[in-house]
């Protein structure tokens, strides 16, 4: 058995390989940091051989990953950005995060090109790719966000707004951050759109991506099976798909060209 891992910076993300050949849209299993003993005994229990793990920068709980990996001989690959296959448009390619390149990956298996990635995890990242990788943004997540505000603030209570502006405080927080940023993401997009003179297709992922596309647009299909539904706003945002599994999905973009040589 081979495990993909997904490493985030609030989440580990768990798939079984065949799972993401045979099944794409199979959601994931995620748990918290502190919960990664629960992963490694599924592990052990599924009798993993391989390990393929993308973890987005030096976290404890990655070491602890490749630590039980070592001791119990299991082969573990890490996921590194590599320019042969895709290339960011970065000034230093190693800055990049590993989560943003699988997505791209990913992503231009399916578009080919014009298509923006927007992952809504512990932060917002919006990557461009029109014929080649643009560039991209980085935003604090509505999680994080909302832990900001906390202990800033005082304020933790959110709930979803039933109108565009809230009445009370957990509906106003809702109004602020579920549709802020969502404006926000729609601005950026309607910004680089205009400023590029092409449009994109939106492909969304990430544990708050239902949030987004909900006040991205009134019209967004939540993808099971790939299918996307039209969603224009303002002409600019020709199509949004939600792809939970766009990490994995790039994983498996990246394992195969590694197959046939291209890493
Ligand atoms: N069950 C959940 N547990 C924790 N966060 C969740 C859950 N469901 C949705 N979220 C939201 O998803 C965000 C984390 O998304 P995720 O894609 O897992 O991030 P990362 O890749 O940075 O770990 C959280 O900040 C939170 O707003
Ligand atoms: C931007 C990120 C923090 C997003 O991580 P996530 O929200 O998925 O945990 C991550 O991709 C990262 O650490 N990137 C390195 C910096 C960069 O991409 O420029």
């Known amino acids: 058995m081979h495990g993909l891992i997904d490493v985030g910076n609030t989440r580990i993300k768990y798939l079984p390989h065949a799972a993401v050949a045979l099944n794409a849209c199979q959601d994931y299993q995620a748990i918290m940091h502190d919960q990664v003993d629960v992963l490694i005994e599924h592990l052990a229990q599924q009798n993993v051989s391989k390990i393929t793990i993308a973890s987005v920068r030096a976290l404890p709980v990655t070491q602890r990953l490749i630590d039980w990996a070592a001791h119990h001989q299991i082969t573990l690959q890490r996921v590194q950005v590599n320019p042969t296959y895709l290339a960011v448009n970065y000034r230093h390619v190693d800055q990049f995060g590993v989560d943003r390149y699988l997505g791209l990956l990913a992503a231009k298996a399916v578009h080919q090109q014009n298509f923006c990635v927007v992952s809504a995890g512990s932060a917002i990242t919006l990557d461009f790719f029109g014929q080649t990788h643009l560039g991209g943004m980085i935003l604090p997540g509505i999680g994080t966000s909302l832990s900001c505000l906390q202990e800033k603030t005082g304020l933790a209570s959110i709930r979803e707004p039933d109108a565009l502006l809230g009445n009370d405080t957990a509906s106003s927080i809702g109004a602020g951050i579920y549709q802020g940023y969502s404006r926000l993401v ?71 060209m590694m197959e046939n040589g291209a890493v």
């Open 186 to 256: 729609a601005a950026s997009i309607a910004d680089v759109s205009a400023a590029y003179q092409q449009s994109f297709q939106v492909v969304l992922t990430g544990g708050d991506a239902d949030y987004i596309a909900k006040y991205l647009t009134n019209d967004t299909t939540k993808d099971a099976t790939g299918a996307t539904k039209d969603a224009t706003k303002g002409g600019l945002l020709a199509k949004v798909t939600i792809k939970p599994n766009l990490v994995f999905e790039g994983m498996h973009v990246y394992l195969s």
